[in-house]
């Protein structure tokens, strides 16, 4: 039978030196907080953004089938206005193009955001092991 060894006074000192967090721990572990927090709200705003886009390509597939001589209703805030065929194509057209760079802004940031995300991880559990989670 494996008799259970008993901590020394010096392996205790030396088990809580490695975990002790130091000021600069916990403001990786404060930043690491914020940029989840941040990735969260920007993956929702991706969404969204992602949803109009495909709304705006259905919308823009249909117009395809309009007949050129007809007014379609095109919606501008909240009001809806009826303008010829190619004036209501070149307004989606615009607001397409919008959409497809506040997306790639979206997503660059994201990337960005998560990189940062990573460097942290990597300098946390080098100090912490597995005594620390940051798995999101």
Same mark, same amino acid.
């Given at each position: 039978?494996? @008799?259970?060894? #008993?901590?020394?006074? $010096?392996?205790?000192?030396? $088990?809580?030196? !490695?975990?002790?967090?130091?000021?600069? =721990?916990?403001?990786?572990? /404060?930043?690491?907080? *914020?940029?989840?927090?941040?990735?969260?709200?920007?993956?929702?705003?991706?969404?969204?953004?992602?949803? =109009?886009?495909?709304?705006?390509?259905?919308?823009? #597939?249909?117009?395809?089938?309009?007949? !050129?001589? !007809?007014?379609?209703?095109?919606?501008?805030?909240?009001?809806?206005? @009826? %303008?010829?065929?190619?004036? $209501?194509?070149?307004?989606?057209?615009? +607001?397409?193009?919008?959409?497809?760079?506040?997306? +790639?802004?979206?997503? =660059? +940031? %994201?990337?960005? %955001? *998560?990189?940062? #995300? @990573?460097?942290?991880?990597?300098?946390?559990?080098? *100090?912490?092991?597995? +005594?620390? /989670?940051?798995?999101?």
């Amino acid at each position: 039978m494996v @008799q259970p060894r #008993m901590l020394t006074k $010096a392996d205790e000192t030396s $088990a809580n030196d !490695e975990n002790e967090v130091r000021r600069e =721990d916990q403001e990786k572990i /404060n930043r690491f907080s *914020r940029l989840h927090q941040r990735e969260t709200v920007l993956q929702e705003e991706l969404k969204g953004k992602q949803k =109009d886009k495909e709304d705006l390509e259905e919308v823009s #597939m249909e117009l395809e089938l309009a007949d !050129e001589d !007809e007014l379609v209703p095109y919606k501008i805030g909240d009001s809806f206005f @009826q %303008l010829p065929l190619s004036d $209501a194509q070149g307004m989606l057209s615009t +607001s397409t193009e919008k959409i497809d760079a506040d997306v +790639s802004k979206l997503e =660059d +940031s %994201l990337g960005e %955001l *998560r990189e940062e #995300m @990573q460097q942290l991880k990597v300098a946390l559990y080098a *100090r912490f092991g597995r +005594s620390i /989670n940051l798995e999101t």
